[in-house]
């Protein structure tokens, strides 16, 4: 292969752009031994090598900047999720810890804004903001996480055993519904047709800003007895000592008992069968 066909063959690999002749010249006149090694390290250290496999995931995972459907509303911050991606890729993160932030990064040990931004994978899938049938719905949103998770992580279909045991692979109906009570107690955040979001950040971080947002309502709530710029004081004051967390495009858990999960016979909402706990296949 001529040298400069190898350089343009690495750059449109890993960062789908062709390099620029000042690259092609130097790769050219470069007689020192490793050559090509550099030029790899060299693209595989810029930001548009995560910009650039980021997409192959983002297409994999049913990535939208919108919902789809008549409205297609717009998803907000939803970025965020895109960005995590093109990070994790750009630092090399380990593929198993990837997958486990994603998955269930606000179930870590060590939850942070990014391991809880990186769960907008279970939610990035399109929405119906008014669904004539609200209970098909639900569990339609619940089939989405289950066969994006079977097909990105497992490379199964296994959304096919929502209404039968499998025909081509082994996996069960009762297989499938196991790994829907996994996802049952997630709650899209909305109000009525407009999606909400959630502050991204550990316990300690979220349960702060919970405190610090009653204590500038129970300000906000003392016109009569405080002057108002006392109150304007006070809510600043506190802003500042505990920010705003960045926003997610996240699911909440559910708080308390979590509705039973049965296989639905074909498939269908109403016809309960046997009741299944959280599994995997």
């Known amino acids: 292969v001529e040298p400069w066909a190898l350089l343009r063959r690495a750059h449109l690999d890993l960062e789908g752009l062709p390099p ?4 092609q010249e130097a790769f050219v006149s470069d007689s020192v031994p490793g050559r090509f090694d550099r030029v790899v390290d060299r693209l595989l250290a810029r930001p548009t090598y995560g910009e650039r496999w980021a997409r192959h995931w983002l297409d994999l995972v049913r990535y939208a900047d919108s919902n789809g459907y008549e409205r297609d509303a717009e998803k907000p911050v939803v970025w965020r999720y895109r960005d995590y991606v093109i990070r994790a890729l750009n630092e090399d993160r380990p593929y198993d810890r990837f997958v486990m932030e994603q998955l269930a990064g606000d179930e870590l040990p060590e939850v942070n804004r990014d391991t809880v931004v990186a769960t907008g994978f279970l939610r ?4 119906d903001d008014e669904p004539a049938d609200p209970e098909t719905d639900r569990y339609d949103q619940l089939d989405d996480m289950v066969s994006t998770t079977a ?3 497992l490379g199964l279909t ?3 055993a929502r209404c039968h045991d499998h025909k081509f692979e082994p996996l069960t109906a009762k297989d499938y519904y196991r790994w829907v009570a996994v996802f049952a107690p997630l709650q899209r955040p909305q109000n009525g047709r407009t999606e909400l979001t959630v502050p991204a950040g550990s316990p300690e971080e979220v349960a702060a800003l919970a405190r610090r947002d009653a204590e500038i ?3 906000r709530s003392r016109t009569n007895d405080v002057p108002v ?3 304007e004081r006070r809510i600043r ?3 500042a000592a505990i920010p705003d967390l960045p926003a997610g495009y996240v699911f909440r858990e559910a708080a308390g008992q979590v509705p039973p999960t049965h296989v639905l016979l074909r498939g269908t909402v109403g016809r309960n069968g ?3 706990a959280a599994g995997v296949p």
Not at 124 to 127: F, S
């Open 274 to 276: 046997e009741e299944v």
């Open 124 to 127: 990035v899938g399109h929405w």
């Open 158 to 160: 296994l959304g096919c």
């Open 237 to 239: 004051e506190l802003t």
């Open 217 to 219: 309502a129970a300000w």
């Open 229 to 231: 710029h006392e109150i």
């Open 151 to 153: 097909q990105a992580f």
């Open 20 to 23: 620029t002749i000042a690259e």
